[in-house]
C-alpha cells in the first residue's frame, strides 16, 4: 500500500494511491484501513509530506563508505540528533537555502513510526513501522561547524523534505539503491546495504531513550557525495521501491 497525504479545500487528508490514482483513505493511516472514494489522477493532486512528526530522529555517519571517506572508525553506537517539526515539506516544495551558508542534500531511507516504540528490540523493529519512505536531511554546513548544537544547521524551516509517500509493503529495505541528483546529474549512489548500523539496530538504540509515537520518522543516514547547492537547482532523491522526492531550491529574500 502507497498512503499519501494531499491537498483538499477542508484541510489535508489521507489517501491511497492505486494504479496513478489516488483514492480516500477509510481508517487510520497508521492502523486498519482501505481505499475509499476516488480523488483523481495521481498526477494531478497536490501531495503534501506523507507524515506530521512529532519527533525526527537523524543518524549521522550511518554509511560505511562515508566513515571511510571521512576516516572515521565505527563508532560504538549511532551519531543521532534530531530536527524540528517546522523543518517538513513535502514533494515539490520549495526550501529555503539561507544567505551566505554552504547548503547541502543529504539523501535517507526513512522509516515511519506506526505504533508507539519504546525499548524495542532489534529483533521486533518491523512490529513498529508502518513503512517506508525518502527523506532529505538539508544541512547548513556554515552554520553546523560554527554553532555548539545544531539548531539552525539542521532545523531551519525547510530543512526536512519527506515523500512522496509511505511505502508500507517493502520486503528488503536494506538492500536498496539510494540516489541523489541536483539538476539531473548523480550526486550519490549507494545501496541501503551499505548502513553502518542496521535499520533494527537504529530503532533500539533510540528508543531505549526516546519513546516515538505513529507519525514519527527516522531518517537513517545518507552515503558521500555532497555538493554545495544553489537557488533555482533541482534536488532528487531516489531509492528503488519508494520513488522520487524532489524538490526545488530558493535563495532566502
Given at each position: ?81 534530531l530536527k524540528a517539526a517546522n523543518t517538513v515539506v513535502g514533494p ?5 537555502k539561507p544567505r551566505g551558508q554552504r547548503f547541502e542534500f543529504e ?85 541501503t546495504s551499505d548502513l553502518t548500523f542496521k535499520l533494527g539496530e ?52
Amino acid at each position: 500500500m502507497r498512503i499519501v497525504r494531499y491537498a483538499n479545500p477542508q484541510g489535508p487528508r489521507f489517501g491511497q494511491v492505486e494504479d496513478e490514482t489516488v483514492f480516500e483513505l477509510d481508517g487510520d493511516p497508521y492502523g486498519t484501513c482501505r481505499s475509499g472514494k476516488p480523488v483523481g489522477p495521481l498526477a494531478d493532486t497536490q501531495l503534501l509530506a506523507p507524515v506530521e512528526p512529532t519527533t525526527i530522529v537523524c543518524v549521522g555517519n550511518n554509511y560505511d563508505e562515508l566513515l571511510a571517506v571521512k576516516g572515521l572508525e565505527r563508532p560504538e553506537i549511532p551519531n543521532v540528533f534530531l530536527k524540528a517539526a517546522n523543518t517538513v515539506v513535502g514533494p515539490g516544495a520549495e526550501v529555503i537555502k539561507p544567505r551566505g551558508q554552504r547548503f547541502e542534500f543529504e539523501g535517507e531511507l526513512t522509516l515511519v513510526i506506526g505504533a508507539t516504540a519504546s525499548k524495542v528490540k532489534s529483533a521486533d523493529w518491523r512490529r513498529y513501522v508502518r513503512g517506508f519512505t525518502i527523506g532529505n536531511d538539508l544541512s547548513a554546513r556554515d552554520w553546523q561547524q560554527s554553532d555548539t548544537q545544531w539548531w539552525r544547521a539542521k532545523s531551519s524551516d525547510t530543512f526536512c523534505p519527506v515523500g512522496p509517500w509511505i511505502e508500507t509493503e517493502l520486503s528488503d529495505p536494506e538492500n536498496l539503491t539510494l540516489r541523489t541528483l541536483v539538476n539531473g546529474e548523480i550526486k550519490q549512489s549507494s545501496s541501503t546495504s551499505d548502513l553502518t548500523f542496521k535499520l533494527g539496530e537504529v530503532l533500539e538504540i533510540v528508543t531505549g531513550a526516546i519513546t516515538l509515537q505513529p507519525g514519527d520518522i527516522v531518517l537513517t543516514g545518507t552515503p558521500p557525495g555532497f555538493t554545495p547547492l544553489s537557488g533555482g537547482d533541482v534536488v532528487e532523491v531516489e531509492i528503488e521501491r519508494l520513488g522520487t522526492l524532489r524538490n526545488t531550491v530558493r535563495d532566502q529574500a
